[in-house]
């Protein structure tokens, strides 16, 4: 049953109610703290699909690579994005734990050559 986000428009309450989806044209949904029904649903986050090949064009800008080299935030950013993008798609070789763990790394500051001195064995056998 999915749960709907909502904020009371009288005292300000975030709460949120779960109903089936038949339910939800007809329940009455009231403040939990207030009682009140002058309550606003919130929307979530959206995701739109995009096709893989504007997922590339998107992140293969030559503007928005440049300097990646020099700068280890920068490259983790922009790693960040593709796995975002690829999720479980990334390929063989490195788990998402060590992926996430590697980015995690770069985001921090820690240059490429000190993660490969760290992780000697990083992504296994490729």
């Known amino acids: 049953m999915p749960n709907y986000a909502y904020t009371c428009r009288d005292c300000g309450e975030h709460f949120s109610v779960a109903m089936s989806?038949?339910?939800y044209d007809h329940a009455e949904v009231r403040c939990p703290q207030c009682e009140s029904q002058d309550v606003?649903?919130?929307l979530g986050r959206?995701?739109?699909?995009r096709s893989a090949e504007v997922s590339l064009d998107s992140l293969s800008d030559p503007e928005a690579l440049a300097g990646l080299e020099d700068d280890p935030r920068a490259l983790g950013k922009v790693m960040r994005?593709?796995?975002?993008?690829?999720?479980?798609?990334?390929g063989e070789?490195?788990?998402?734990?060590?992926?996430?763990e590697v980015v995690d790394?770069?985001?921090?500051g820690q240059s490429p050559e000190?993660?490969?001195k760290d992780l000697p064995?990083?992504?296994?056998?490729?």
């Open 21 to 23: 989806y038949d339910e």
């Open 40 to 42: 606003g649903r919130q």
């Open 46 to 49: 959206v995701r739109f699909a």
């Open 81 to 90: 994005q593709v796995g975002n993008e690829f999720g479980d798609e990334l």
């Open 93 to 100: 070789g490195a788990s998402k734990a060590e992926f996430n």
């Open 105 to 108: 790394r770069l985001e921090s």
């Open 114 to 116: 000190q993660i490969e």
């Open 121 to 126: 064995d990083l992504g296994g056998d490729i």
